[in-house]
């Protein structure tokens, strides 16, 4: 069946979701139950009203919930995805508590890099009353370009430029976000591959998506080759596509996944041989759920360190830009009362 093309939900949306479904299903409510609740209690209209009721068509007709997901085309492939594994392995319920946290960290991860510029932005531009002072000065002083008071005009530039230097990050913020949800996605991994926090970011965020999927279809039984063919869709990163594509080759040639992941250097050593271990002691599945936690937790460990960089750094340009122009203004007002006493 065509894809309806729905309104696409965001991320917190998505989160949501997935965490009503989870709940309700843990409770021992059908997937088309709930969904019809889900439903009754939203009643609002928007994008996950409209998503429900396509998905709630779908279920009636006998469709599973990941086929009803991907019909109204409201949810990303990544989500999808992992719900027919979830399906299929018959851990629906923990594939969907997994992906609220994962979608609920994607937003608060924007968040944090949003308000780092957003914030420093707005200050700027409420200090933008220096044309204000510079007119009452040129009433009582004269011209500012020729009196001893002339600075104030190059503190307004300078917090002129401030200004538009994180108005500018805050748009290539923006374009990027844009281009990671459209066809371009793939330049702007590239790009951000070059950068190094950014490129280490990437990296475990595709690891992590691969391995949810990966120990997901191990679960539901597929045999590791099937399993690693079907994850290596969803890590959504190419330098980890193409390690995933070499351990792939090692698969084939009939060695184990810990062998192959710890042979192309997929995980850091330690965790390399603590999945060998894993191996060894029958504990392998085990140890690949414990793997994913320790990515996700990894991730959102350079995601706050990046945001610890960006975010001092803007707040020194502002700390900077309105002492400028706090002195720039103090000091000709106090001149003036000076001269008046």
């Known amino acids: 069946m065509e894809k309806r093309r729905g309104q696409r939900l965001d991320a917190l949306g998505v989160s949501a979701f997935c965490e009503s479904m989870a709940m309700m299903i843990q409770s021992g409510i059908q997937p088309d139950e709930a969904v019809a609740l889900l439903r009754q209690s939203e009643g609002k209209g928007g994008a996950l009203e409209d998503a429900l009721a396509a998905m709630q068509a779908e279920l009636d007709l006998g469709h599973g919930l990941a086929e009803a997901m991907k019909t109204c085309g409201a949810f990303p492939d990544y989500a999808v995805n992992m719900i027919a594994a979830g399906e299929e392995s018959g851990r629906l319920e923990a594939v969907l508590f997994r992906l609220s946290k994962y979608y609920l960290n994607e937003e608060t991860m924007g968040d944090k890099l949003r308000s780092a510029i957003t914030y420093p932005a707005v200050m700027l531009a409420m200090i933008m009353v220096l044309p204000a002072f510079t007119q009452v000065y040129e009433r009582v002083t004269g011209s500012l370009a020729v009196s ?46 070059k950068l190094p926090l950014c490129g280490d970011i990437l990296r475990e965020l595709g690891l992590y ?70 191996e060894r002691s029958g504990r392998t599945e085990t140890v690949l759920w414990r793997l994913t936690d320790l990515l996700e937790e990894h991730c959102t460990t350079l995601t706050d360190r990046l945001v610890g960089i960006v975010d001092p750094l803007l707040s020194g340009v502002l700390l900077l830009t309105v002492g400028v122009s706090l002195l720039s203004v103090m000091l000709p007002l106090l001149g003036i009362m000076n001269s008046i006493g």
């Open 148 to 193: 001893s008071y002339g600075y104030i005009s190059w503190a307004y530039g300078f917090c002129w430029v401030a200004l538009g230097v994180m108005l500018l990050l805050a748009m290539v913020l923006v374009t990027g976000r844009v281009m990671w949800k459209s066809r371009h996605r793939a330049a702007l991994e590239n790009l951000l591959q």
């Open 209 to 278: 998506r691969f391995m949810g999927a990966f120990v997901t279809y191990l679960s539901s039984g597929a045999v590791q080759d099937v399993a690693m063919e079907e994850s290596i869709k969803m890590a959504g990163c190419r330098p980890v596509e193409e390690k995933l594509l070499r351990c792939m080759a090692h698969l084939r040639a009939g060695h184990s996944f810990a062998h192959a992941a710890y042979d192309e250097g997929l995980f850091e050593p330690v965790y390399g041989r603590i999945l060998l271990a894993g």
